[in-house]
């Protein structure tokens, strides 16, 4: 795991994301920044990409909102590789999905 992200978060005893919390900074939009970060970090590794080109990549599709932010609530209790699995299949089909509509 790269080392930028340790600052954010770790695993807890069951092998799931645990997001740093406490203290008055640790707003839900603070947690959720943080989860996305991890998310696009840890995806980015298992997809051989930098996640400044998986970032963009999630952004044309609006996957950074739609699945990071807004399906936060269900993704952060996957374990960080069931996360990066999921994030890595919605944007091979949504990526199939934009294919398909400029044959």
């Not at 799931?16 to 840890?42: R, Y």
């Not at 952060?76 to 199939?96: C, F, M, P, Y």
Request: glycine share 10%.
């Amino acid at each position: 795991m790269p080392s930028f992200m340790c600052n954010f978060a770790g695993v807890n005893d069951l092998g799931n994301i645990a997001v740093l919390g406490g203290g008055s900074w640790a707003t839900a939009i603070a947690k959720q920044t943080q989860f996305a970060t991890l998310a696009i970090g840890a995806t980015a590794q298992r997809m051989g990409i930098t996640p400044t080109e998986l970032f963009n990549r999630l952004k044309h599709h609006g996957l950074v909102q739609r699945l990071l932010f807004d399906c936060y609530d269900t993704l952060h209790t996957e374990s960080i590789d069931g996360l990066a699995w999921n994030v890595q299949e919605a944007l091979k089909n949504w990526d199939a999905k934009e294919k398909e509509g400029k044959q």
